[in-house]
């Protein structure tokens, strides 16, 4: 059987995102129980969701610059 050869070449260089000089940490939060809506992807610095003015956290992509 034949195998699909992976060109190195092509590859992805994985980006980070960050807030300053932090990396930002990705993480799942589920809002149902606290009135926020669904499920998201947020992210958190040194292990705090980062939350807007209202207290409600930010989804992911809105966090930091990539980098």
Do not use: C
């Not at 300053?20 to 799942?28: A, K, L, S």
């Amino acid at each position: 059987m034949a195998k699909w050869k992976t060109d190195t070449k092509t590859a992805v260089k994985t980006k980070r995102r960050f807030v300053g000089d932090e990396i930002v940490t990705p993480v799942m939060y589920d809002g149902h129980h606290h009135g926020h809506g669904g499920q998201y992807m947020s992210g958190a610095v040194d292990g705090n969701l980062v939350n807007d003015k209202s207290g409600k956290p930010l989804p992911l992509r809105q966090i930091g610059i990539l980098r």
